[in-house]
């Protein structure tokens, strides 16, 4: 088994590796870092998921891998290399599981700044740039690598925060649940843009990964600054942490339209840095961290009849 401080991972496809270490009750775990200071990279660990140990098992070099997914069958990795100049790019590797390792396969430029977020449905991989104000698509050949970036798709606008909304900045992109659509957080511009899916679009058909949906954005409140999203494990509700308000919203989800029911404070002290946001697997808790000052998370309780949030611990 595979899981990452963003998701876990469970296939149809397992390895024998994988196979193995969920007999055990173990992960595969990976940490992304920033390398301003002292880290290499991307740290694997060896979690146990009784005992809440976990064992170092291997350090790979790359520069501000901030944030990492596995492909859906465990066996690569694909990580953001989060820089505001020619540098900023997503790195392709193969993982052996059975020890951790990572192996380079090759990386590519995402000709966007700051990739911050990336996703994959196994044949592209779609970063959110953040400086750069955009999303870029790059393609997956057959063994795993990167292909050149086919399209980079450029935001504009600003939003009501002078300070932290002069422009675009795109945070998160998420495929919803029916498979049919790309959400793309804007925080600079409080949308959240949406992309119709041509899933069989990638390095054997060049046609577009992605065309402009209908409506092609939903607003959120002025200042909101939209950051993660995250699904309801059923696919009917959808729940978004604003960074800048310090709030979640909660929207209903069907055929590709959001709409909005509920805002609830995650952050209570104003500090302008919510970030991420996750539901348990069982679906009956939302979590919702905060930054900056007061740091913690908030955890709210969801009604399964209609999908309501109750805020029940920060911890």
């Known amino acids: 088994m595979i899981g990452i401080a963003t998701s876990g991972c469970t296939s149809k496809k397992s390895t024998q590796a994988q196979v193995e270490l969920a007999n055990k009750g173990e992960l595969t775990m990976l940490v992304g870092t920033y390398t301003s200071g002292t880290s290499k990279g991307i740290y694997t660990y060896r979690f146990n998921e009784e005992s809440g140990i976990a064992v170092p098992l291997s350090e790979t070099e790359i520069g501000n891998p901030s944030y990492l997914i596995p492909s859906a069958d465990g066996r690569m990795v694909y990580a953001v290399s989060e820089f505001g100049d020619k540098h900023a790019a997503v790195y392709a590797f193969a993982l052996d599981q059975s020890n951790g ?152 989800y069907k055929d590709g339209n959001l709409k909005e029911f509920q805002t609830i404070a995650a952050d209570t002290v104003a500090a302008k840095g919510s970030a991420d946001i996750h539901i348990s697997p069982d679906g009956k808790f939302l979590y919702a961290s905060n930054r900056l000052q007061a740091d913690g998370i908030a955890i709210f309780r969801i009604n399964p009849a209609n999908g309501l949030l109750t805020k029940v611990a920060i911890s």
């Open 101 to 252: 390792t990572l192996r380079l396969l090759n990386s590519q430029p995402t000709n966007g700044e700051d990739p911050c977020y990336l996703l994959t449905n196994g044949k592209n991989v779609v970063t959110a740039n953040y400086s750069g104000g955009s999303i870029s698509v790059l393609p997956i050949a057959k063994d795993g690598s990167l292909l050149p970036a086919s399209r980079v798709l450029k935001f504009e606008g600003s939003g009501s925060d002078k300070e932290r909304q002069e422009k675009a900045h795109l945070h998160c992109v998420s495929i919803t649940p029916d498979g049919k659509y790309l959400l793309a957080n804007d925080l600079g511009t409080d949308q959240i843009y949406k992309y119709n899916i041509h899933p069989n679009t990638g390095a054997d058909n060049p046609d577009p990964f992605l065309t402009k949906g209908s409506p092609e954005s939903f607003q959120v409140a002025p200042g909101s600054g939209p950051r993660h999203l995250t699904f309801s494990p059923d696919g009917t509700f959808a729940y978004l942490i604003n960074e800048l308000a310090g709030t979640v919203v909660a929207f209903t």
